[in-house]
């Protein structure tokens, strides 16, 4: 089996920042695409950030310039640097990988259980 373990949430004043982790775990071959995605009640979930294996990373218009995501293969950990945060990504933050289980040729979608992040004064 595999794990996505999210860490990092938490409460923040506007203008702070904060670093969220995912670390994956279990019969993991290989991870291609790690992704972070956001998603407010009631609305849809939305993808923040994504880094694609070899090195192509795409983020969402909104947080452009002030997010980062990051790797570390060694450690199939994904990292999201938030810088700058304002009350509208107040959000719970979803980690999406996906692997390819030792054993198997087919890649499978995995997410972590969510971490909430809240700006706000």
């Known amino acids: 089996q595999v794990q996505l373990v999210e860490s990092g949430g938490g409460l923040v004043q506007p203008g702070g920042s904060l670093r969220l982790s995912c670390v994956a775990s279990g019969s993991i071959l290989r991870i291609n695409t790690m992704a972070w995605y956001r998603q407010v009640s009631g609305k849809p979930r939305e993808l923040v950030a994504v880094?694609?294996?070899?090195?192509?990373?795409n983020y969402a218009d909104s947080v452009k310039g002030r997010f980062a995501i990051s790797r570390d293969n060694a450690k199939n950990t994904v990292y999201l640097q938030m810088n700058s945060l304002k009350p509208e990504d107040t959000a719970v933050y979803y980690c999406?990988?996906?692997?390819?289980?030792?054993?198997?040729?087919?890649?499978?979608?995995?997410w972590g259980q969510g971490t909430q992040v809240t700006v706000s004064s």
């Open positions: 999406n990988a996906v692997i390819q289980r030792i054993g198997s040729r087919s890649t499978y979608n995995y």
């Open positions: 880094s694609i294996s070899g090195g192509s990373i």
